[in-house]
């Protein structure tokens, strides 16, 4: 999850810095340019400077595949990231994510299903979507976006192939989360690609009240077949596969420590030894 500072696999002032490539106008709060691109867009749509909109949603990409998240806060991305001394901050911003928006670039978290609900859960967030009216993006809403997710898609399904010889993998949701900086950058990610279909949730229940969460992966298509037993079987081993690596991470850690409390005596018995 990003934290409550804007920052994900590092700082967000520094990515921010980064991605301008030392651009002068960037830490001149009071020059002419740096006005000119945070200033609001004004008129109709087709009056507004296309590189300047550009910028601004290429800028706001970047940034983010420099801090490995897939979705932000709305708040930190028009207040936080490129705000500049003084609390400048760019007042087209929240036009830039409503055209962004308006393209499919960006989506509301709020408005995906989420997969782990019930299904007449997701049977009336489908309908209610459908009878519900567009509204504006508020400070409080997630912003997924898309590209990002569909990046991080591939870069999965990438690192999968390699120790899979099947056409789809059944993974557990620790492993998806992994791949995420965070828990709820995953869950967002998530909603998104199970409600395109690129990737299904599943869970059983084993022992109460202990549930197998699991995600299963297209590793060759772009769309993840219907959950089927075999899958729920399958999660079952994998969940076992990872918690016996886990108790023998335990053990390599408790046995390392052993060792070198043990190293540390004979040197001190040593050391006792030639003074005495």
Same mark, same amino acid.
């Given at each position: 999850?990003?934290?409550?500072?804007?920052?994900?696999?590092?700082?967000?002032?520094?990515?921010?810095?980064?991605?301008?490539?030392?651009?002068?106008?960037?830490? =001149?709060?009071?020059? !002419?340019?740096?006005?000119?691109? *945070?200033?609001?867009? &004004?008129?109709?749509?087709?009056?507004?400077?296309?590189?300047?909109?550009?910028?601004?949603?290429?800028? $706001?990409?970047?940034?983010?595949?420099?801090? %490995?998240?897939?979705?932000?806060?709305?708040?930190?991305?028009?207040?936080?990231? *490129?705000?500049?001394?003084?609390?400048?901050?760019?007042?087209?911003?929240?036009?830039?994510?409503?055209?962004?928006? !308006? =393209?499919?670039?960006?989506?509301?978290?709020?408005?995906?299903?989420?997969?782990?609900?019930?299904?007449?859960?997701?049977?009336?967030?489908?309908?209610?979507?459908?009878?519900?009216?567009? %509204?504006?993006?508020?400070?409080?809403?997630?912003?997924?976006?898309?590209?990002?997710?569909?990046?991080?898609?591939?870069?999965?399904?990438?690192?999968?192939?390699?120790?899979?010889?099947?056409? &789809?993998?059944?993974?557990?949701? &620790?492993?998806?989360?992994?791949?995420?900086?965070?828990?709820?950058?995953?869950?967002?990610?998530?909603?998104?690609?199970?409600?395109?279909?690129? !990737?299904?949730?599943?869970?059983?229940?084993?022992?109460?009240?202990?549930?197998?969460?699991?995600?299963?992966?297209?590793?060759?298509?772009?769309?993840?077949?219907?959950?089927?037993?075999?899958?729920?079987? &399958?999660?079952?081993?994998?969940?076992?596969?990872?918690?016996?690596?886990?108790? *023998?991470?335990? $053990?390599? %850690?408790?046995?390392?420590?052993?060792?070198?409390?043990?190293?540390?005596?004979?040197?001190?018995?040593?050391?006792?030894?030639?003074?005495?």
């Amino acid at each position: 999850m990003a934290s409550n500072d804007g920052e994900g696999g590092e700082g967000w002032e520094a990515a921010v810095r980064a991605e301008m490539g030392g651009a002068s106008w960037w830490d =001149d709060p009071d020059g !002419a340019d740096l006005h000119a691109r *945070f200033k609001a867009f &004004t008129g109709q749509r087709r009056d507004w400077p296309e590189p300047k909109l550009l910028f601004w949603k290429d800028l $706001l990409l970047r940034v983010a595949r420099r801090l %490995r998240l897939c979705s932000a806060p709305a708040h930190l991305v028009t207040s936080v990231w *490129f705000a500049r001394p003084g609390g400048i901050t760019p007042l087209c911003l929240p036009q830039v994510l409503e055209e962004m928006r !308006a =393209d499919g670039e960006i989506l509301l978290k709020s408005e995906l299903i989420v997969p782990t609900a019930g299904g007449l859960y997701q049977l009336v967030r489908r309908v209610s979507q459908m009878a519900i009216s567009r %509204r504006p993006i508020v400070q409080e809403d997630i912003l997924v976006f898309r590209s990002l997710v569909e990046e991080r898609f591939e870069d999965i399904a990438s690192q999968l192939r390699g120790s899979h010889w099947t056409s &789809t993998c059944v993974i557990t949701l &620790t492993k998806f989360n992994s791949f995420f900086y965070g828990q709820e950058d995953a869950h967002a990610a998530l909603c998104y690609l199970t409600q395109r279909g690129k !990737a299904r949730y599943l869970a059983i229940r084993k022992e109460d009240p202990v549930e197998l969460q699991g995600v299963k992966f297209p590793l060759v298509s772009a769309h993840a077949p219907a959950v089927s037993k075999f899958d729920c079987d &399958t999660l079952h081993l994998v969940w076992q596969e990872e918690k016996l690596q886990q108790q *023998f991470d335990v $053990l390599d %850690r408790r046995w390392e420590m052993l060792v070198y409390l043990l190293i540390c005596h004979l040197q001190f018995a040593c050391n006792s030894y030639v003074l005495w």
